[in-house]
């Protein structure tokens, strides 16, 4: 089983104008056990599953879906995964098999669980031990 640790880091950014006074930010990355490391978008199913796929092979795509209209999809060879965001969930789509999750959980176990579902279903990839730092 591949293996994978997550930091965060946490600081504090302008918001940019005089009026707006400092922000709190956190930022996520992955570190992998053969020495890479990605930064993740967000702390959530979509980011995760998006770079662990990328990860082992799989690249992110534009298909043409209808005039001057695409979609984004994560391709491997001839095989295509399709996320699709409906708001708090997202919908990932191989041939018939479909998967609908939440985007975010509060429980980090349960977040990791279901991102190796889904890589383990829809992309064929090993479970990775997922540990948050």
């Known amino acids: 089983?591949?293996?994978?640790?997550?930091?965060?880091?946490?600081f504090?950014?302008?918001?940019?104008c005089n009026a707006?006074?400092?922000?709190?930010t956190e930022t996520f990355t992955i570190h992998f056990a053969d020495q890479r490391s990605e930064i993740l978008d967000s702390f959530d199913?979509?980011?995760?599953v998006?770079?662990?796929?990328?990860?082992?092979?799989?690249?992110?795509?534009a298909i043409p879906v209808g005039i001057s209209e695409e979609k984004i999809v994560l391709?491997?060879?001839?095989?295509?995964?399709?996320?699709?965001?409906?708001g708090e969930q997202i919908v990932y789509q191989r041939d018939n098999q479909r998967i609908q999750t939440k985007r975010t959980f509060e429980d980090t176990a349960e977040l990791f669980d279901k991102v190796n579902q889904i890589l383990v279903q829809l992309f064929e990839i090993e479970p990775y031990e997922i540990e948050r730092n």
């Open 50 to 61: 998006q770079t662990i796929a990328q990860k082992n092979g799989w690249r992110e795509t």
């Open 75 to 86: 391709k491997k060879g001839l095989e295509i995964v399709s996320p699709k965001y409906l």
């Open 20 to 24: 707006c006074g400092l922000q709190s």
């Open 12 to 16: 504090l950014v302008e918001g940019g």
């Open 1 to 10: 089983m591949s293996k994978a640790i997550i930091s965060s880091k946490a």
């Open 45 to 48: 199913v979509s980011s995760l």
